[in-house]
């Protein structure tokens, strides 16, 4: 992480702007020199930012609650209960192993 140079008189949000700015610089770079992996690897195409993209503030709450979860890898599906809840079932009404 690279050091913030600081002005003499500036203010203290002028200092959180630049520190959130130095952040964003070194998840880019992180984000851009790691390679995707595990469930989430497809999902992982967007850069990062701050703000959600357009898209996704049009949808409706629960939808983007659904979204997220599968974007991230913690939705409620087969996949996520044969880690983490072994009790549940993981095949999916279809047929297929996982939901």
């Known amino acids: 992480m690279s050091?913030?140079?600081?002005?003499?008189g500036a203010t203290v949000a002028h200092l959180k702007r630049l520190a959130?700015?130095?952040?964003?610089?070194?998840?880019?770079?992180?984000?851009?020199?790691?390679?995707?992996s595990r469930r989430f690897a497809p999902a992982n195409r967007?850069?990062?930012s701050?703000?959600?993209?357009?898209?996704?503030?049009?949808?409706?709450?629960?939808?983007?609650?659904?979204?997220?979860?599968?974007?991230?890898g913690h939705a409620f599906i087969g996949e996520?209960?044969?880690?983490?809840?072994q009790s549940e079932a993981t095949d999916c009404l279809c047929g297929e192993h996982f939901q």
């Open 3 to 8: 050091a913030i140079e600081v002005e003499a």
């Open 80 to 85: 996520y209960y044969a880690d983490f809840v």
């Open 20 to 36: 959130k700015e130095e952040a964003l610089r070194a998840w880019t770079k992180r984000w851009s020199s790691t390679k995707p």
């Open 50 to 72: 701050w703000k959600l993209k357009k898209h996704f503030k049009k949808l409706p709450r629960k939808l983007y609650g659904r979204t997220l979860q599968c974007r991230t």
């Open 46 to 48: 967007m850069t990062p």
